[in-house]
């Protein structure tokens, strides 16, 4: 029986990092798009927003004290609020308060503290979140808005969007399907794609965020902005990124290739849904994505390709959050069979090679 | 020149401004002198002198037997007071046996050998001027560097690489070095191509040293075959394999030398050492060392006697601003901790570091995220977090699995970590704890071989026995009846 006791010794001197600065991080990188997304849909998606980090900053304390861990260090990690923050970016911008506090207390309670809390769940908690409420709650879960900028006449005022999210306030006049939803529903009806893109193809308005969806997810650009800035600090890096975006829109461009009438383009599948939101910000949990660049690849590539199935064939048009389940699922395996090559041995482990010399 | 890509590496903050721009200063000689018998890789030095025995600056007061151990000279001219065990800088905290000198204040020199006369010297001749000067490994690992000029004989080799790279942050030694003694390092370069017997020679430096690399380019480009070659400032581009393939290319396989690939690593420090060696035929007696630190009043370099107390050094700098969070000697990423100023210079001292906490941005260790940086930065290419989860579950051997004998300890995962895990620290426990029972087995093999040894002796001496009773009854057998048949006829 050995125990392990620290040996005493350097290194003295560390980068100045920290878990808090890398959350804080991508609180800032999350930020132009979910204010833009608060341009959009107005006052009822600034009070679902608060509300959901709120409380899920509230449940966070409860189960730190329950599991008797200091308050101190890890309530103010900023793990829970970036959890929260997801959650809250990927509602649909008008749903019901209760929403959001079940969402939180799920991503927290269920999703995060029984496995051991920071560093130790297995599954994104924000997706856990979202995937339960999905299955759940399937009618308050895809009733999107279109968006109508804050500034305009049109929009609620701060009373009325708290009648919208508190009292359930009735908002028909605005409601509008995803277009991955209309897709779906419409080729349903034997439509062909480019009947049902007739009117709505505009991959422009797709990339600004222009377009009905959940609260955070449509504005490509300034996601991609905040995604280059966090690999620019070294949060992230663009492996997982990258291959995602780049598997779904080759498959995409495939298909699309074998049957115009049924497939949309890369276009569609790349900049609507959640694609952008879910390569920079969610594949990229750390702890429930690959340690080696490796893995993160394939782990980009493996996501890209379910995304695409689950959009196309599942139930769900919105297919991005079990695909991410899914691979937290396998990223242990990827873990154990795409490691780094160690120095001077090959991928198997065996010592190369040396040359022979005379 | 075209430069390879080396595997992970991090960069670091070099901190090197605080004594780069400072002219070596040489430090005077103490009141007394602490000088351990071992300094270096491989077996102590036996000490040839008594208590009270006067000695000469450069004579020699501990003698190597062993192929790989390295003699030991008096620093000064003095009395010898003591030999004993005192404190030495090691990362085990034991005593060593140290001779101890009260120098007289007259700094005689003994008698020198004459300079080698390296148009007629022979590789063996070098190689056993720079083996009696107790050269050693200069950049910290203090292998006895003569060990590595006799290779010349036995592999081919092509390059010899001058380690100028000098990649842990604050020291700046070899930096001022390089920028000061040019010509020497140059000329030791040169001997020991020569005792290498290799055409060419690659000096690395790290470009965060612009004056080095000026003033070693000067020097080179009057020598034949001699290059100075800018490396990116990339820890550990000090890494001897590491340094090896960014120049070259090569990768060293597991479980070979680098010599193997026809290429040999010496630090500018043993250059400089080995000029002093053969053209001056001066042992090793002293060093560059770097004092720096923001606990350090007056950061500076010091030329200092090997067996100067650190106190007497940091004296010398005006003391300490205010107490140290962190005393340490060598680089902040593998120096070894000081338990206290009364520890003497070694010839593999770097440098002595005094931080304070705020610089170290030591902060409350956090769970793993799994954020993958430490295995981003590895040189090793190894999964840092796995081998201290699987050491922190009692599973060493599923970390050396995984391999924790192919880590160099160089600490990058360790200085990347945002969650603040000592991961350095599980990797040392680990690989002790191996090294450990890697001896009770071989300990364990001797007793069974022993053992074994024992019952077969045993075995053979009864077959013996019974081979000799059996003859005897044989004999005893045919005697009978043959006496009976002749008796009968
Ligand atoms: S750098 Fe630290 S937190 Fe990140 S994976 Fe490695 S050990 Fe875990
Ligand atoms: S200390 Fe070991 S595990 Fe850490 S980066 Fe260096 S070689 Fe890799």
Redesign the pocket.
């Known amino acids: 029986m050995t125990t392990y006791a620290p040996v005493p010794g350097g290194p003295y001197m560390r980068k100045n990092k920290s878990?808090q600065r890398s959350m804080v991080l991508v609180m800032l990188a999350l930020l132009p798009a979910t204010a833009y997304g608060f341009y959009l849909y107005g006052w009822p998606s600034i009070i679902l927003f608060s509300v959901t980090l709120a409380s899920a900053f509230a449940f966070e304390v409860v189960c730190l004290k329950i599991r008797n861990q200091p308050i101190q260090i890890f309530a103010f990690d900023g793990s829970a609020i970036v959890t929260a923050w997801l959650i809250a970016v990927s509602l649909p911008p008008w749903a019901p308060w209760w929403i959001g506090v079940l969402g939180s207390a799920i991503a927290i309670v269920i999703g995060k503290h029984p496995y051991g809390g920071l560093?130790q769940n297995v599954f994104n908690p924000a997706m856990v979140a979202r995937v339960a409420l999905l299955i759940s709650f399937p009618l308050e879960m895809t009733i999107f808005i279109k968006p109508i900028p804050i500034i305009s006449e049109m929009a609620p005022s701060l009373g009325d969007s708290l009648g919208i999210i508190f009292g359930g306030a009735s908002y028909d006049a605005f409601t509008s399907a995803s277009l991955l939803g209309t897709i779906r529903t419409e080729l349903g009806q034997g439509m062909v794609i480019s009947d049902i893109l007739r009117d709505s193809y505009q991959p422009l308005a797709w990339m600004i965020g222009n377009a009905t969806g959940s609260l955070g997810e449509g504005a490509a650009l300034l996601l991609t902005a905040g995604g280059i800035f966090l690999i620019y600090h070294r949060v992230i890096t663009w492996h997982i990124p990258v291959s995602t975006i780049a598997s779904i829109a080759i498959i995409a461009a495939l298909f699309h290739l074998i049957d115009a009438s049924r497939y949309p383009d890369a276009m569609v599948h790349v900049f609507t849904g959640a694609t952008f939101l879910t390569a920079f910000f969610i594949a990229t949990d750390?702890v429930t994505s690959p340690?080696s660049p490796r893995g993160q690849l394939f782990f980009g590539a493996a996501l890209g390709l379910l995304i695409y199935i689950l959009r196309t064939w599942s139930v769900y048009p919105e297919g991005a959050s079990f695909a991410i389940l899914i691979m937290n699922a396998l990223t242990p395996m990827i873990d154990r069979y795409l490691r780094p090559r160690i120095f001077g041995r090959t991928y198997k482990g065996e010592p190369l090679k040396s040359e022979k010399r005379p | 020149m075209e430069l390879f890509r080396i595997h992970g590496g991090a960069r670091l903050e070099g901190r090197k401004s605080l004594t780069a721009h400072k002219p070596t200063q040489i430090a005077p000689i103490p009141s007394v002198l602490h000088i351990p018998v071992q300094q270096h890789v491989g077996e102590p030095a036996e000490p040839i002198v008594h208590v009270g025995d006067h000695v000469r600056k450069g004579q020699l007061i501990a003698a190597s037997k062993k192929k790989i151990s390295a003699p030991i000279h008096a620093s000064t001219s003095g009395k010898i007071a003591r030999i004993g065990d005192h404190q030495a800088p090691h990362p085990s905290g034991l005593p060593v046996l140290t001779i101890t000198l009260e120098p007289d204040g007259k700094d005689e020199w003994t008698d020198l050998p004459p300079p080698i006369d390296l148009e007629k010297a022979t590789s063996d001749e070098i190689a056993a001027r720079v083996s009696d000067a107790g050269v050693v490994g200069m950049g910290g690992a203090a292998f006895p560097a003569a060990v590595k000029l006799n290779l010349g004989q036995r592999s081919k080799l092509e390059t010899l690489i001058i380690n100028g790279a000098e990649c842990e942050p604050y020291l700046t030694c070899d930096d001022r070095l390089m920028q000061e003694r040019p010509e020497k390092i140059v000329l030791g370069i040169r001997a020991m191509m020569q005792a290498l017997r290799v055409q060419k020679s690659l000096v690395a430096i790290e470009g965060n040293k612009p004056q080095a690399v000026a003033a070693m380019s000067r020097e080179c480009a009057k020598a034949i075959g001699i290059e100075v070659v800018e490396v990116p400032a990339r820890y550990p581009m000090g890494s001897a394999k590491h340094l090896v393939q960014a120049l070259t290319g090569k990768e060293t396989p597991a479980k070979s030398r680098i010599a193997d690939l026809g290429v040999l690593v010496h630090n500018v420090g043993t250059a400089y050492a080995v000029y002093e060696a053969l053209y001056l035929g001066r042992p090793l007696i002293s060093r560059i060392v770097t004092v720096s630190g923001h606990a350090i009043k007056n950061p500076g370099n010091y030329e200092v006697l090997i067996g100067t107390s650190i106190a007497y050094l940091v004296d010398l700098c005006g003391g300490m601003t205010s107490k140290p969070d962190q005393l340490f000697m060598g680089g902040p990423m593998m120096g070894i901790p000081l338990p206290d100023l009364d520890v003497p210079v070694v010839k593999g001292t770097l440098g002595v570091l005094a931080l304070k906490a705020e610089k170290m941005h030591a902060q409350p260790v956090?769970?793993?995220?799994?954020?993958?940086?430490?295995?981003i930065v590895c040189p090793a290419g190894l999964t840092?977090?796995e081998m201290?989860s699987r050491i922190k579950h009692d599973d060493v051997e599923g970390a050396a699995k995984i391999g924790l004998n192919d880590c160099i300890s160089c600490g990058s995962?360790n200085y990347?970590?945002?969650?603040?895990?000592p991961?350095v620290q599980y990797f040392n426990y680990g690989k002790g704890f191996l090294a450990e029972r890697a001896k009770e087995k071989s300990n364990q093999e001797r007793m069974k071989a022993l053992a074994e040894r024992r019952s077969k002796r045993d075995e053979d001496r009864r077959k013996e026995l019974e081979k000799k009773h059996e003859e005897a009854k044989r004999r005893h057998a045919e005697s009978i009846p043959q006496s009976g048949l002749e008796s009968a006829t």
Do not use: K, N, R, T
């Open positions: 878990v560093g750390p340690m | 956090m769970p793993c995220i799994s954020c993958g940086s430490c295995v840092p977090l201290a995962c990347v970590c945002p969650s603040h895990i991961l």
